[in-house]
Structure formats: C-alpha cells, structure tokens
C-alpha cells in the first residue's frame, strides 16, 4: 500500500489503519486515527501481524484511543512510554471518585474540561464514577501495550495498588453483573419454544441456539466465527455409555483453534451430542450451505447472506427470542450462555472438571463461582429455618 506523502498524519494513520479495515469497524477509523500515534499505530499493526485475536486487538485499539484522549485533555501531551506512576495515579483519581466528596469539592473527580473534551468525543457516556471493572480494563490494555513495546510500567508497584484499592471503596459504585440472569435449561426451553417453527430464520436460531448451550457455552464471537470445516463428524455415541443397549445418538466435534483463553497453536475442541447435532447439521442441509461461515445473516425475505453473523447479531438474536418468549431482554445477553451452561452443569450433579473441558475454562476459580451457588442453594446450610 502506497502512502502519499504530502497526506497529513491524521490521514496517514487512516491509511494505516486501513490494514486492519476486518479488524477495527470503518466508522471508528478516522477517530481513532485522530487520536493515535505512528507509534500507536505501528503498535498495532504488529499485534495483528503477531496473530493476537480480534477481539482482543480490537479492545486494545478502543483503549489505547480512550487513554490517548484522556492523556491529552488531562496533561496537554500524549501517552508517556512508559507511564510514569504519577500519570496512572492521576488517570485512577480522575476515574474512580466519591460522590458525596465531589459535592462538596468539584475538583474532586476528572476536572470539568476533561469530561467535556471527553464527551464531545464521544468517549464518556457514563454518569458519575467509572465501574471498577472498566478502569482496571483500562489498566490492563496500558500495561499489556507497555509490555510490547518492550518496556516496563509501574502498574504492579504498591502506590497503584493502594490507590485503586482506596479509590473503589470510596466510589461506593457496587459491582454489577453484564447481565442479571443466566440461560439455563429452563430459560433455553422457553428461547427454543419460540423457534420451533420451519422457518429458515427458526431453523438457524434453533441450531444456534442447541449449539452454544450444549457445547459448553460458547462466546458470541466462537459462535459468529464458526465455520463448516470447524464441524468433523464423529462415530455415534450411546445415550447411556454404561448401557451396550441404549440408543445410539449422532456425535460431531468442533474446533475452537484460538479462544479468549488460548493460541492458535491448542488447537481446543469440544464435543457436541444428539439433539444439538441434529439441529445443526437440518440447518446446514436446508441452508445449503457446505463451505464458510455456519451462521450467517437472513434478510426479512429469508434470504441467506454469504456473510457470517457478527458477535454482536448473536446477542440481539439471543435478545430478540428472549422478548418473543416473555421474557425481559435486558435481563439476559450471550454471555450467559457461558455461565448458563455451568449452573445448569451444577444443578444437575456433573463434577466441575468435566464441566470445565466442555466449557474451556482455565480458572477453576471462575467456574467454581457457579457451582459455588447452586451448591449453597441446594444445599442444607441455608435449610436452619425454614
């Protein structure tokens, strides 16, 4: 790609960005090339070359433009490489605040032109204190970003730590869920009762459906990113694997290659049994589709596009058949898929080992949270008095 060198550097780093034209959406482009360095830039293009997930990558970009602006409106400069302490304390306090104290003192939380430069950007829509999620994602990007360029940051020092540990407290802003309720098997009853029919649109929502739950609660961006030559087909499989005379049942594997939580080179698979497999492959057949993406958009005709659902379509399809089944949309997004699938795991007795190698998880201690639930609800200790 030939760059015209009378272009102005905004308009060079657009260009620049263009190689990234599958990665970073169009519409995010020219603000992001406005806010970023060469450096920046450079940076990323690497990341890409170095084979770092898109989703990933595209969260890096979105947080390294977020830091560029803060940095610029609240120091008069870019992004010092690497961050100086004082400059990460500064970005906790403008972040992290206590209410009651900023009505009593306005220079107590991010001064007034920051959040206005801010927000004219577009880049600060939330009210009040940031979540203490989101600043220590931000955290995370900056440090994560410092490393590749091969240099090293305060972020683990204990002024930080302190800092943010007193800044959360006196926030009070308390934790919240992305979403309030997870798909479990009942609430997938009720979604795949609304896409019973024979319509092409029930028959890919069915099969997607099946599939996310059943192996092993799939992100949205798996979902969106499967294709037919993920599928291999397997030998059936018994109902029962103890009993010689239970009914066989169709079997297929699909690889993930790389997840959130591994490299291309895990080559990670997961099995999927009877009814799933079932829906899957009616759907396939009826969409004629032999090659490329598994899911792909459907226009209000039932036309099938080439081109495959985006991470983003999943959650509003989830979304769409939850408010056709009754049920609150915004009580529910893709995600709990994921943590559906181990609380219903829980519920029905499967040991947490066997759950977490249909799952992918690699934190015993995030996936024990769900079993730890249903375990105190099904338990006798909270029985005393009843």
Not at 64 to 92: D, H, I, M, N, R
Not at 348 to 357: K, N, S
Not at 378 to 383: H, I, Q, T, V, Y
Request: net charge positive; aromatic share 6%.
């Amino acid at each position: 790609m030939s760059i015209d060198p009378t272009a102005s550097k905004t308009e060079r780093r657009a260009e620049e960005l263009d190689a990234l034209d599958a990665i970073l959406p169009f519409d995010r482009r020219d603000l992001l090339a406005a806010l970023l360095t060469d450096e920046d830039v450079a940076t990323l293009k690497y990341l890409a070359s170095e084979g770092m997930g898109d989703n990933t990558l595209r969260a890096l970009a979105s947080d390294l433009g977020y830091l560029e602006a803060w940095c610029q409106l609240a120091t008069g400069s870019p992004l010092a490489w690497p961050a100086p302490e004082s400059l990460l304390l500064k970005f906790v306090a403008h972040h992290l605040w206590d209410p009651e104290k900023r009505a009593e003192d306005p220079n107590h939380c991010t001064p007034v032109e920051v959040e206005a430069g801010l927000r004219s950007q577009r880049l600060l829509r939330a009210e009040g204190p940031h979540s203490r999620s989101t600043v220590r994602r931000w955290l995370t990007s900056w440090s994560i970003l410092t490393r590749w360029r091969g240099l090293t940051g305060a972020f683990d020092g204990p002024s930080l730590k302190s800092a943010l540990r007193l800044a959360v407290r006196a926030s009070g802003r308390p934790r919240q869920r992305k979403s309030k309720k997870a798909v479990t098997g009942d609430v997938l009853a009720k979604l795949l009762s609304v896409c019973a029919g024979e319509r092409t649109v029930d028959l890919r929502d069915r099969a997607l459906l099946l599939m996310a739950f059943a192996s092993g609660g799939r992100r949205r961006s798996e979902i969106a990113a499967l294709r037919v030559d993920d599928l291999v087909d397997e030998e059936p499989v018994r109902a029962d694997p103890a009993d010689t005379t239970s009914p066989p049942l169709p079997c297929l594997s699909i690889r993930l290659g790389r997840t959130k939580t591994t490299t291309s080179d895990d080559n990670e698979h997961v099995i999927l049994i009877g009814r799933p497999v079932l829906a899957l492959r009616r759907w396939l057949e009826e969409a004629e589709i032999k090659e490329g993406a598994v899911f792909r958009r459907i226009d209000q005709w039932g036309n099938i596009d080439r081109r495959a659902l985006t991470p983003q379509s999943v959650n509003l399809i989830l979304k769409g058949r939850c408010k056709q089944a009754g049920l609150d949309p915004t009580s529910f997004s893709a995600h709990w898929l994921r943590s559906g699938y181990l609380t219903e795991a829980a519920n029905r007795g499967i040991p947490l080992p066997e759950a977490m190698q249909q799952s992918l998880h690699k934190s015993v201690t995030q996936a024990a949270r769900y079993y730890n639930d249903a375990e105190r609800k099904l338990g006798r200790a909270a029985r005393l008095v009843i």
